[in-house]
């Protein structure tokens, strides 16, 4: 079974540009999430969708931060402009309606800020 | 907010020897799961208890939970250097839409 998949692994940008993640996860998963990790600490998450539904974006930025999932499948998150904080390691996760109780991580995309 | 809390910060030990580390939370949760972070494998679920659970095994992991005092620890034996990791409670609360709440993590070394 393929794994969560993400890309670009790592990506350095200057402040106030723009960036985007991809993610693709494990085929069948209706559930995907997306979390930031700051070094040293726990993945916070940002948002989760239902397949291409939001169930909750609470702690999303919204003035910086958007993410998609359109076919209820791969998603995107994007950030515009950037900031110096938003310096982390962004994870995708995904998990089954089978079983919500266990998360399966992509790689991360580790973000630089400059 | 982060739920979990997880002590200690860092613990460093021998090849061999057992590594223990507690993770205590706040709000009342459906169960708990220990996650395993390092650079070459990204996060990886261990095992989950639930709240009806006291304790449970996997392979060398055993996992107690504790609801009345909101705190769980992770036992791993016979310490091996592919343990060299980081290692997170996650908490799935009640009527949480299944989200799970972190905790900061203990970084773990084994000595060869």
């Known amino acids: 079974e393929a794994g969560v998949a993400q890309s670009p692994r790592y990506k350095i940008i200057e402040k106030r540009q723009s960036v985007a993640f991809w993610c693709n996860p494990i085929?069948?998963?209706?559930?995907l999430y997306w979390y930031q990790q700051i070094l040293g600490q726990g993945p916070k998450l940002l948002i989760q969708f239902q397949n291409n539904g939001v169930v909750d974006d609470s702690q999303l930025p919204k003035d910086r931060f958007s993410a998609e999932r359109l076919k209820g499948v791969d998603s995107t998150l994007k950030i515009q402009p950037a900031k110096l904080e938003d310096s982390a390691v962004y994870l995708c996760?995904?998990?089954?309606?089978?079983?919500?109780?266990?998360?399966?991580f992509g790689p991360g995309t580790r973000l630089t800020v400059l | 907010s982060q739920q979990g809390e997880e002590d200690p910060q860092a613990l460093s030990i021998q090849e061999g020897e057992n590594a223990t580390m507690n993770c205590s939370y706040k709000t009342s949760i459906n169960n708990l799961q220990w996650y395993r972070q390092n650079s070459g494998r990204g996060l990886v679920h261990l095992i989950l208890i639930r709240s009806n659970e006291r304790e449970k095994h996997s392979g060398r992991l055993r996992v107690t939970l504790d609801t009345s005092k909101k705190s769980s620890s992770l036992l791993i034996t016979a310490s091996r250097a592919a343990d060299t990791a980081s290692y997170f409670c996650?908490?799935?609360?009640?009527?949480?839409?299944?989200?799970?709440?972190w905790g900061a993590g203990t970084k773990l070394i084994i000595k060869p």
């Open positions: 996760a995904s998990s089954s309606s089978g079983n919500h109780n266990e998360q399966f």
């Open positions: 085929s069948g998963h209706a559930t």
């Open positions: 996650a908490t799935d609360a009640q009527d949480s839409n299944y989200q799970l709440i």
